[in-house]
T-cell receptor, first 116, second 116 residues
Framework: GESVGLHLPTLSVQEGDNSIINCAYS??????FIWYKQESGKGPQFIID?????DKRQGQRVTVLLNKTVKHLSLQIAATQPGDSAVYFC???????????????FGQGTILTVHP | ETGVTQTPRHLVMGMTNKKSLKCEQH?????MYWYKQSAKKPLELMFV???????ENNSVPSRFSPECPNSSHLFLHLHTLQPEDSALYLC???????????????FGDGTRLSIL
């Protein structure tokens, strides 16, 4: 079946470094992608999304890159801070026939640890 | 504050008990979701409601019974649960299901459920 997965389960960085979290997807019909951050004891928090008609989208200190050719998604966090320590999930949705929006497929998550 | 509130935050129950989880969203959304999050597993979609109508039951055992009285409230009624049902149960909402473009889902902080 279709799936979304992450290359690395853990990532450790020093405060101030840039972080890159990767995600691979297999559904060629995927056309909407989301990154979530989940801190301990909390639910997933929306960070940024991107549609398949874009290659790059920037937010505050975060950038999402989409490579549809190799079905790869990445989240870049600039000047990583200790408060960025969390689990990061990617999720995708496909518009198969225009009726499947609302059903997201989630990756397992990458644990980001930022050392002061 | 995510706009999605779940109660209780923690619940311990025996296998013969009946309890309910509650979710309320203040985002004006029309779609609501229940997810199960177990350790080291991706988020598992359980149920989807769109404009109060159930649109998805992801092969969930009948000991879990959802209820959606209106677009702002969602319940998950629990009865005769098993130890393997211990997990974090997350509620989410989005603008609607089946729209023309993808939309993010916004999550509550979950109910941590422990079955004795």
């Amino acid at each position: 079946g279709e799936s979304v997965g992450l290359h690395l389960p853990t990532l450790s960085v020093q405060e101030g470094d840039n972080s890159i979290i990767n995600c691979a997807y297999s559904n060629s019909a995927s056309d909407y992608f989301i990154w979530y951050k989940q801190e301990s004891g909390k639910g997933p928090q929306f960070i940024i999304d991107i549609r398949s008609n874009m290659d790059k989208r920037q937010g505050q200190r975060v950038t999402v890159l989409l490579n549809k050719t190799v079905k790869h998604l990445s989240l870049q966090i600039a000047a990583t801070q200790p408060g960025d320590s969390a689990v990061y999930f990617c999720a995708e949705n496909s518009n198969a026939g225009g009726t499947s929006y609302g059903k997201l497929t989630f990756g397992q998550g990458t644990i980001l640890t930022v050392h002061p | 504050e995510t706009g999605v509130t779940q109660t209780p935050r923690h619940l311990v129950m025996g296998m013969t008990n009946k309890k309910s989880l509650k979710c309320e969203q203040h985002l004006g959304h029309n779609a609501m979701y229940w997810y199960k999050q177990s350790a080291k597993k991706p988020l598992e979609l359980m149920f989807v409601y769109n404009f109060k109508e159930q649109t998805e039951n992801n092969s969930v055992p009948s000991r879990f019974s959802p209820e959606c009285p209106n677009s702002s409230h969602l319940f998950l009624h629990l009865h005769t649960l098993q130890p393997e049902d211990s997990a974090l149960y997350l509620c989410a909402s989005s603008q609607e299901v089946g729209g023309r473009v993808g939309q993010p889902q916004h999550f509550g902080d979950g109910t941590r459920l422990s079955i004795l």
